[in-house]
């Protein structure tokens, strides 16, 4: 997508259902982008220093206010500006496959940021509302909307010298509600205990899954694949280190089991 420059006005693009989402009255006249990691340190005692390790970096997320002012018309601004804003935290989009959330529970738009030169893919992450002037009618006329984004992305996998989404791979995540058991999360999934458990690594289908995200299985992959790719997208680097050794000496050797293999070998390198 070209840019006009810096003097352009900040947008908000809907990428789930395409074209521009909203448009900024009066750009931004600060922006604070943060990054932040996670570093270990090593549990050696006695020492005055002791070494650190990387563990995981956390999405980007941006942040800045925004102006509306509609003094000049008496236009309400909260009507005109604000609630059009506002639409865009609505949890209107059903979840698309390889997202790690219930395939009935709906989400806010994914979206992307655009100012000038600078491009994020983002959700909202919070928006707080300050009205700053009333007409003699108690109408709001101008507002401060201070808007938090945080980074949006799916997991990529990559098979046949391209790169697919993880809803391109033939897996599904969900979340376990309270009180549910293996079985009940399978057939919910349309699929079957083992075959989640081996996923999954789960030993004891007796066990509280309360709250941990679940990769179920595809018809055309193998469990040691789906392991792998399970493995990765939970960050955990010695499941996923065997998993993608299981997958790569898997006797199913179709081009899908090799692609989630190689994916989670690529994507262990780029997260440890």
């Known amino acids: 997508m070209s840019q006009t420059g810096g003097n352009s006005k900040a947008s908000f693009y809907n990428l789930d259902?395409?074209?521009t989402a909203f448009d900024v009255q009066y750009n931004p006249k600060e922006f604070r982008v943060e990054k932040s990691l996670t570093w270990?340190?090593?549990k050696t005692q006695g020492n005055s220093t002791n070494p650190i390790q990387f563990q995981k970096g956390a999405p980007m997320t941006a942040s800045f206010d925004l102006m509306f002012d509609t003094t000049m018309d008496g236009a309400n601004v909260q009507k005109v500006w604000v609630e059009k804003l506002l639409a865009l935290t609505n949890a209107n989009v059903k979840p698309a496959q390889g997202e790690a959330a219930e395939l009935d529970k709906k989400r806010p738009p994914a979206l992307k940021f655009t100012w000038g030169t600078f491009e994020m893919k983002c959700v909202i992450e919070s928006v707080s509302v300050t009205y700053l002037m009333f007409a003699s009618d108690g109408t709001?006329?101008?507002a401060r909307c201070g808007v938090k984004l945080k980074q949006w992305e799916l997991a990529e996998f990559a098979g046949?010298?391209?790169?697919k989404r993880a809803s391109d791979a033939k897996i599904k995540l969900v979340d376990v509600k309270g009180g549910q058991t293996l079985?009940?999360?399978a057939a919910a999934?349309?699929?079957d205990t083992r075959a989640v458990a081996d996923a999954n690594g789960i030993t004891d289908p007796m066990?509280?899954?309360t709250g941990q995200v679940l990769s179920i299985p595809g018809k055309s992959l193998t469990s040691a694949a789906n392991a792998a790719v399970s493995a990765v997208l939970s960050g955990n680097a010695q499941n996923a280190g065997k998993a993608a050794a299981g997958a790569?000496?898997?006797s199913a050797t179709t081009a899908v089991t090799g692609a989630a293999s190689k994916a989670a070998q690529d994507a262990l390198k780029k997260l440890f």
């Open 183 to 185: 079985s009940q999360v």
């Open 140 to 142: 709001a006329v101008r």
């Open 207 to 209: 066990s509280d899954l």
């Open 40 to 42: 270990q340190e090593a």
């Open 189 to 191: 999934a349309g699929s």
């Open 248 to 250: 790569a000496k898997s």
């Open 160 to 163: 046949s010298g391209s790169s």
């Open 17 to 19: 259902e395409g074209g």
